[in-house]
């Protein structure tokens, strides 16, 4: 088949080669979502009723705001993410395209950092829109609606790209080939009642680990739940522990009552009091510097602890952080402390799985920056045709590896160049090189007569062999560079003179 078909493209053409096709072939038979009536309805698949749109938003909300680890874990994921430097990638497109897409989003046009971007569209930030599109990672999905504004030059800007809030996602309408058709949004506040609807090309919608025409994704924050809940319960418990038994439990010993007090009636009924009033005192007994308790003769009041020892819960906890740590691979924030097992090499190790992950989930910020915004750009105001720039971003990892470049100097590998100084200055943030003349007042000297001078010293105490300075060609190209010539080989003093 595949032969016979580059035989009729070849002397037919495309659009023969295409009718020759099966019809199988150029339309789908099977689906990727199941949805009925166009929405995306399989909540039975979440087993924990809880943790079922929309309800789960809540949870996981709550979850990233209330605990310790689990906004750790999720800062150790998002922010070496926007920390990084993000540029617009010509990638073929031309330099009008690559700068007009960098000025609608206020980046940089990569390998030209040295201009800033044009403020043209003042309502959109770059910083502000990746930090939640990455809120996709805790609720599963988040959605952007892309306006515009047509401009002086008669191109459309991005006005805005407003964020919806997942908490206020109603409905959400699936194609069965799992491609999404709209999101509709509900009302609140003055509005509580209406919905908006807002088709497809109007969104940009992140998703984490996306399945079929599961459009709601899902957190990172699901495989930690059931340990969150369990570390949450303990917590409480432990709190309570330490409440009832930090101070002991006040327990009242009533006095004994007079042998001549013979009346069975106002025997029990003097018991009675005696003991309500000792219960009101072991009742209200609170630990601090005025506290007390004055007790009839022959009665006391005790701190009694708990006989024997107490459920360490300690441990338990320390492990449901681990394993919340472990669903992102995030390994090495459970090292360190008293109790941490591990050495320096196995964190690298885990430090080196986690980078990737992390790197992952640039990429694929990335790539939905790219097909959803940047060709909508391009596609509104130059045609379909022509071809988009990318975003992209710095690789995210160690850092700049200065001993790795300087050994590939020294071996010959490569060569010290203007490319290679940008590409370090931009790797350590340094600012740009100033370009000067000699003459300048930023070239150090004022006139050619002192750099020549200079150049003559340096070039003397390197024929003297003086330590530290120079080698004989750098010196060499030092002078060529103040303006001597050095091709022109110096007169000989013993050979003879024309009389003139």
Do not use: C
Request: glycine residues 8%; aromatic residues 8%; proline residues 7%.
């Amino acid at each position: 088949m595949p032969k016979l078909i580059d035989w009729i493209r070849g002397h037919l053409g495309p659009v023969a080669a295409l009718d020759a096709l099966p019809r199988e072939a150029t339309t789908e038979l099977g689906y990727s979502s199941n949805s009925s009536y166009g929405f995306w309805p399989d909540l039975d698949e979440e087993e924990t009723p809880e943790l079922r749109w929309p309800e789960n938003i809540k949870v996981y909300d709550r979850m990233r705001r209330q605990d310790a680890q689990v906004i750790s874990v999720y800062r150790a994921v998002t922010l070496p993410i926007e920390r990084t430097q993000w540029y617009v990638d010509p990638a073929g497109a031309s330099p009008e395209v690559a700068q007009f897409v960098a000025d609608n989003l206020g980046l940089n046009v990569k390998g030209n950092d040295e201009q800033a971007p044009r403020r043209r569209s003042p309502s959109v930030s770059w910083a502000e829109h990746l930090h939640h599109a990455l809120l996709s990672l805790a609720f599963g999905h988040s959605v952007f609606e892309q306006v515009y504004r047509l401009g002086s030059d008669d191109r459309l800007w991005l006005r805005k790209l407003g964020w919806r809030p997942p908490r206020t996602i109603s409905r959400v309408e699936v194609a069965p080939d799992g491609g999404l058709i709209a999101i509709e949004q509900s009302g609140y506040g003055l509005t509580e009642g209406r919905t908006y609807r807002m088709p497809v090309d109007r969104l940009v919608v992140y998703v984490n680990e996306r399945e079929g025409g599961n459009w709601l994704g899902q957190s990172l924050f699901r495989p930690a739940y059931k340990f969150w809940t369990l570390k949450d319960r303990l917590l409480r418990v432990q709190a309570q522990t330490i409440d009832r038994n930090g101070m002991g439990v006040p327990v009242y010993t009533a006095s004994e009552l007079p042998a001549n007090l013979l009346d069975p009636e106002q025997w029990e009924q003097r018991r009675t009091k005696e003991i309500s009033e000792g219960l009101k005192i072991a009742r209200g007994f609170r630990s601090g510097e005025s506290a007390g308790a004055a007790v009839p003769h022959g009665a006391e009041v005790k701190l009694l602890g708990v006989e024997g020892t107490l459920p360490d819960a300690e441990k338990p906890i320390r492990y449901y952080d681990e394993q919340i740590a472990r669903a992102v691979l995030a390994h090495f924030l459970n090292l360190g402390g008293d109790n941490s097992t591990g050495s320096y090499a196995l964190g690298d190790t885990f430090k080196g799985f986690f980078t990737m992950s992390v790197q992952a989930v640039g990429l694929q910020i990335a790539d939905t920056a790219s097909r959803h915004i940047v060709e909508d750009l391009v596609d509104l105001n130059f045609g379909p045709e022509e071809p988009a720039p990318r975003i992209v971003f710095d690789e995210i990892g160690e850092g700049f590896a200065a001993e790795a470049i300087k050994s590939m100097v020294d071996a010959g590998v490569i060569k010290p160049d203007e490319d290679l100084e940008k590409f370090v200055r931009q790797a350590l943030n340094l600012p740009a090189t100033k370009q000067t003349e000699p003459g300048s007042p930023d070239s150090g000297v004022t006139s050619d007569d002192e750099v020549a001078a200079a150049a003559a010293r340096v070039a003397q105490m390197v024929y003297l062999e003086v330590p530290g300075v120079l080698t004989k060609d750098e010196a060499r190209g030092l002078v060529e560079r103040a303006g001597a010539n050095l091709t022109t080989p110096a007169p000989d003093e013993d050979a003879p003179t024309e009389e003139p």
